[in-house]
């Protein structure tokens, strides 16, 4: 089985910009979770998607929203970007009925200048 | 509020020694306790996970003991080698998809 992948695997903005990651997860897998992992801040959940449905949601601002498609494919959008910002973003499946293992994409690294 | 507490931030063991890496949890909803392994340019990988049902589990030179009434855990990897150099997360969970993370441990195995 293929594994995450994540699109683009390298990103850099600027101040303003908006920006858009891609994640395609497991074949089967129908929930699809974001995680934002920096230095000062380790990995901090950003939100789960489940059959198209937001289930879940950590505490970051309205500018960080996400979206899954038919197919299980998500997408996380950041508009304004800030300094802030900069950080590897984390996707990762799961089956999301009774299994809580996480299959973790390689993440894409995004640059904010 | 930090909900899992990972501790050593670092650690440097010889090679064929025993690491221990601590996590301390507040919320006693979680139900579900893994561990991920991290190397450089990579994303998190899932080495073992645990059920508070179930106070140890072994899989091959990794051990996660659990201590519920201490709402503590603990991962124990037997016979540390330069390959087990990576960085290692606790985490804990309520449902599917959403992990809390502990801050994650540095290991070093010198040869």
């Known amino acids: 089985k293929a594994g995450v992948t994540q699109t683009p695997r390298y990103l850099i903005k600027t101040r303003g910009q908006q920006v858009t990651l891609s994640c395609s997860p497991i074949s089967g897998h129908r929930s699809v979770s974001w995680y934002q992992q920096t230095p000062g801040q380790g990995l901090q959940f950003l939100f789960e998607?489940?059959?198209?449905?937001?289930?879940n949601k950590g505490n970051f601002p309205g500018r960080f929203s996400g979206r899954q498609f038919s197919n299980s494919r998500s997408e996380m959008n950041v508009s304004t970007l800030e300094l802030g910002d900069s950080a590897l973003y984390l996707c990762?499946?799961?089956?999301?009925?009774?299994?809580?293992?996480?299959?973790f994409g390689p993440g894409t690294r995004l640059t904010v200048l | 509020q930090q909900q899992v507490k990972q501790s050593p931030q670092s650690l440097i063991v010889q090679k064929g020694g025993i690491s221990i890496i601590n996590c301390a949890y507040e919320n006693t909803a979680f139900d579900y306790f893994p561990w991920y392994q991290q190397f450089p340019g990579k994303g998190p990988a899932l080495l073992i996970a645990?059920?508070?049902?179930?106070s140890e589990k072994k899989e091959g030179r990794f051990t996660i003991s659990f201590n519920k009434s201490a709402k503590q855990f603990s991962l124990h990897i037997m016979d540390s080698q330069p390959g087990d150099s990576a960085t290692y997360f606790c985490a804990a969970n309520t449902n599917a998809g959403k992990s809390t993370f502990g801050d994650g441990t540095t290991l070093t195995v010198k040869p």
């Open positions: 645990i059920r508070p049902d179930v």
């Open positions: 990762a499946s799961t089956q999301g009925r009774l299994g809580n293992e996480q299959f």
């Open positions: 998607y489940f059959s198209e449905t937001q289930r």
